[in-house]
């Protein structure tokens, strides 16, 4: 009932800059929280940042100062921008949603994932 797409990921250059996108489609009536998850090979996946309806936001302590998430409801779309890259950052990104579909139910949702690469 919840589809996300995601976008942005690639390789960067330690110290650069990328901005991930996520647009949630389908049976929507409203979006709670949206988030970004991380998972690099051998590791467990862990939160980055998420953000609620009402626009308060959290993040991991790695990321804090160099990271920043945003929604635009309008969209329905989670941004992460993510600047001062570092090789540690280097995942599989997937966006995460948490919304009330039209029939009624709250479900989460995630995306397929984008491959970051921080790298020289």
């Known amino acids: 009932q919840v589809q996300l797409v995601e976008s942005g990921g690639g390789l960067v250059q330690p110290g650069g800059s990328l901005r991930l996108s996520c647009a949630a489609s389908g049976m929507i009536f409203s979006i709670n929280t949206m988030g970004w998850y991380r998972q690099a090979p051998g590791k467990q996946r862990e939160l980055v940042a998420d953000?609620?309806?009402?626009?308060?936001?959290n993040y991991a302590d790695s990321v804090k100062g160099r990271f920043t998430i945003s929604r635009d409801n309008a969209k329905n779309t989670v941004y992460l921008q993510m600047n001062s890259l570092k090789p540690e950052d280097t995942a599989v990104y997937y966006c995460?949603?948490?919304?009330?579909?039209?029939?009624?139910?709250?479900?989460?949702?995630w995306g397929q994932g984008t491959l970051v690469t921080v790298s020289s």
């Open positions: 995460t949603v948490n919304a009330r579909v039209i029939a009624g139910d709250n479900m989460d949702a």
């Open positions: 953000i609620t309806r009402g626009g308060t936001t």
